[in-house]
């Protein structure tokens, strides 16, 4: 029981980061869509690009984080499946249980593709036109 309890707490740890980069990616691509808004709107003037310069920066922010949260829950699943392993052939546990992959990690993927597609969006224009 005690590997389950340490995945389902890696799996909160990713959640964390996932919530965080969430905060960032969001937060900072709608500070560029509005700054975007209000110069197409001329309620700005051109020069106005530190704002949505800030914006791209907490974007990037986000993506990088959600990076290196996925990094660091890879790494420490392989780790804890190699210790499950050594342990087993060692006969000190005798159950064997599933160890599926993470929801977690597919929705902080996925996460990550949206964050890809939101600085996409941003530095090179692609995306749905409004």
Do not use: C, N, W, Y
Not at 44 to 49: A, F, I, R, V
Not at 74 to 102: D, N, T
Not at 120 to 130: K, L, N
Request: proline letters at 2%.
């Amino acid at each position: 029981m005690s590997f389950q309890r340490t995945r389902m707490s890696a799996d909160r740890t990713l959640m964390s980061v996932i919530r965080t980069s969430l905060s960032l990616i969001s937060f900072g691509f709608t500070i560029f869509q509005l700054f975007l808004k209000l110069a197409q709107a001329k309620v700005l003037e051109e020069g106005s690009g530190a704002a949505r310069g800030f914006g791209v920066s907490l974007v990037l922010l986000g993506i990088a984080m959600l990076v290196g949260g996925i990094g660091f829950h890879l790494a420490f699943m392989r780790g804890l499946r190699k210790e499950r392993r050594e342990m087993a052939a060692e006969g000190l546990i005798h159950a064997q249980s599933a160890f599926p992959v993470s929801l977690t990690l597919i929705v902080a993927l996925a996460m990550l593709l949206i964050g890809l597609f939101a600085i996409g969006d941003m530095v090179a224009g692609f995306g749905p036109v409004a």
